[in-house]
């Protein structure tokens, strides 16, 4: 079965340290990848996507996230966190005949100050 | 582009109670998509069409909740005798023709006192 599979529910680190949030994802081929970030009581929004080519991907607000076919994996990095990137990282995915996007359970980030 | 809107963001209803969730996708899109989302069990899909047409409704608890796209500028869910472990945010996106990203409203949260 298809799914999305994120390991760590919560990740918290300092202002300014390195960040990675794990994603891995089971599909037959590869699937269109996506992390969506969800601020307190909002909507998810769109960080990055990938669909093909370059497998290291940039997205908004300095978030960048590298595809790795072999270890089917989307994990997504930020070189220097900020106090406002507190929030719930969900990555998904799509396969490519259909439009539906299963998502993962999401990992909440909390930048401690 | 008011992205996708979702009214009301907020609904209290008496257990047994009926309650209908709107949906009004962005303009031009072709796939509009139902999630709710709960601390429990994370971000689940429900229900998705395609042109109006229900395509996948896989997610949809088989009993009470019936989901509708009666025109191309909305989408409605409705849960019929409502129960307390209905209580969730319900997410609505919506996505242009083929394998692109969704974009997410703001969700309805039910509340089922």
């Known amino acids: 079965a298809q799914s999305v599979t994120q390991p760590d529910a919560r990740v918290t680190v300092s202002e300014g340290a390195s960040l990675q949030l794990r994603c891995k994802y089971s599909?037959?081929?590869?699937?269109?990848l996506f992390w969506y970030v969800q601020y307190q009581r909002q909507g998810l929004q769109l960080l990055l996507k990938?669909?093909?080519?370059?497998?290291v991907v940039q997205g908004v607000n300095g978030f960048e996230a590298e595809f790795s076919k072999s270890d089917s994996s989307f994990h997504l990095r930020k070189a220097s966190v900020h106090w406002s990137d507190s929030a719930v990282y969900f990555c998904?995915?799509?396969?490519?005949?259909?439009?539906?996007?299963?998502f993962g359970t999401g990992t909440r980030l909390q930048v401690s100050p | 582009n008011a992205g996708v809107i979702q009214t009301p963001r907020h609904k209290v209803t008496g257990k047994g109670q009926e309650a209908t969730l709107w949906c009004e996708p962005i303009?031009?899109?072709?796939?509009v998509f139902w999630y709710r989302q709960t601390i429990v069990q994370g971000l689940e899909f429900l229900t998705y069409?395609?042109?109006?047409?229900?395509?996948?409704d896989s997610g949809m608890p088989k009993e009470r909740f019936s989901a509708q796209m009666p025109n191309q500028s909305h989408s409605t869910l409705k849960i019929q005798s409502t129960q307390p472990q209905d209580s969730a945010v319900y997410l609505c996106?919506?996505?242009?023709?083929?394998?692109?990203?969704?974009?997410f409203g703001k969700g309805t949260r039910l509340t089922v006192v």
């Open positions: 996106a919506s996505s242009l023709q083929g394998y692109t990203e969704v974009f």
């Open positions: 599909y037959s081929g590869t699937p269109y």
């Open positions: 990938y669909y093909s080519g370059d497998p």
């Open positions: 998904a995915a799509r396969s490519s005949n259909t439009d539906k996007v299963v």
């Open positions: 303009s031009g899109h072709s796939a």
């Open positions: 069409f395609r042109n109006q047409a229900p395509i996948d």
